[in-house]
C-alpha cells in the first residue's frame, strides 16, 4: 500500500508570493493533519481535515490555509510568505479522527523563502 | 493534553538496549502512550503504542508502570540506524484526538559504533 505522498518535495519562494502544497492520503484514510517542523519550534500542528471538514486548528495566522476533497486529499496554502514561514511541511493522514489511530507521515515538503 | 517530558538526548553503543524514558504526570485515564520516531528529513514514524503494564512488537517494547505517570521506551540491540529523534506523546480518544498531537522536543538518540 503507497504511503503518504507529498508534492512538491522542495520549494524555494519570494516573500510575499503565495504557495500551495499537496497531500494524498494512505488510501481509505479521511483525516488529513498538517503539521509546520522548524529546528527552533519544532513538530506544530497546523490544522486537520476529516471528511472535507476542519476539525481543529492550531495557533497559525490566517495565512495558513488548507481545504480537503472528496477523495480525501489535502491541500495547504500560504499567502504572502514571510522568511519565517521557511520550514519542513508535514502531512499526516489517519482512518479516523477523535479516535487512538496512529499518525501516517509524508516525507515532507521544504519550503524556502528568500 | 497531557505534558511530556523526556530527555533531550542520549548515547549509545551498537548492540546495546537503549531505554528511553518519559514522564507525563497528569495523564488522563483514556488517554494512550503513543511513540514515534523521526530521521533527518523524513516525516516521524509510528513505533508502538500503549496503555498499561507491557507492549512489544517487532521494533520495541514499551513498559508502562500501574500508575501510568511516566512510560519507557525500549529498543533492544540498537544499530547506526537507529540514531533518531524519538518523541512520546500522550493520545486522547472520543472528543480528544482530532489528530492534533503535541510533540515535544524529542530525544535525541545517537548510536555510536
Known amino acids: 500500500k503507497a504511503g503518504v505522498t507529498q508534492t512538491p518535495r522542495y520549494l524555494i519562494k519570494t516573500r510575499g508570493q503565495q504557495v500551495t502544497l499537496s497531500c494524498s492520503p494512505i488510501?481509505?484514510?479521511?483525516?488529513v493533519s498538517w503539521y509546520q517542523q522548524t529546528p527552533g519550534q519544532g513538530l506544530q500542528f497546523l490544522f486537520e481535515?476529516?471528511?472535507?471538514?476542519q476539525r481543529n486548528k492550531g495557533n497559525f495566522p490566517g495565512r495558513f490555509s488548507g481545504r480537503q476533497f472528496s477523495n480525501s486529499r489535502s491541500e495547504m496554502n500560504v499567502s504572502t510568505l514571510e522568511l519565517g514561514d521557511s520550514a519542513l511541511y508535514l502531512c499526516?493522514?489517519?482512518w479516523g479522527t477523535g479516535d487512538y489511530s496512529p499518525l501516517h507521515f509524508g516525507n515532507g515538503t521544504r519550503l524556502t523563502v528568500t | 493534553l497531557a505534558k511530556t517530558t523526556q530527555p533531550i538526548s542520549m548515547d549509545s553503543y551498537e548492540g546495546q538496549e537503549v531505554n528511553i524514558t518519559c514522564s507525563h504526570n497528569?495523564?488522563?485515564?483514556?488517554?494512550?502512550i503513543t511513540w514515534y520516531q523521526q530521521f533527518p528529513s523524513q516525516g516521524p514514524r509510528f513505533i508502538i503504542q500503549?496503555?498499561?503494564t507491557k507492549v512489544t512488537n517487532e521494533v520495541a517494547s514499551l513498559f508502562i508502570p500501574a500508575d501510568r505517570k511516566s512510560s519507557t521506551l525500549s529498543l533492544p540491540r540498537v544499530s547506526l540506524s537507529d540514531t533518531a529523534v524519538y518523541y512520546c506523546?500522550?493520545?486522547?480518544?472520543?472528543?480528544?484526538?482530532?489528530?492534533?498531537?503535541?510533540f515535544g522536543q524529542g530525544t535525541t538518540l545517537q548510536v555510536k559504533p
Open positions: 499526516a493522514s489517519s
Open positions: 497528569n495523564i488522563a485515564t483514556n488517554d494512550y
Open positions: 500503549g496503555y498499561k
Open positions: 506523546l500522550v493520545v486522547t480518544g472520543s472528543s480528544g484526538n482530532t489528530g492534533k498531537l503535541i
Open positions: 488510501s481509505g484514510h479521511r483525516s
Open positions: 481535515y476529516f471528511s472535507e471538514t
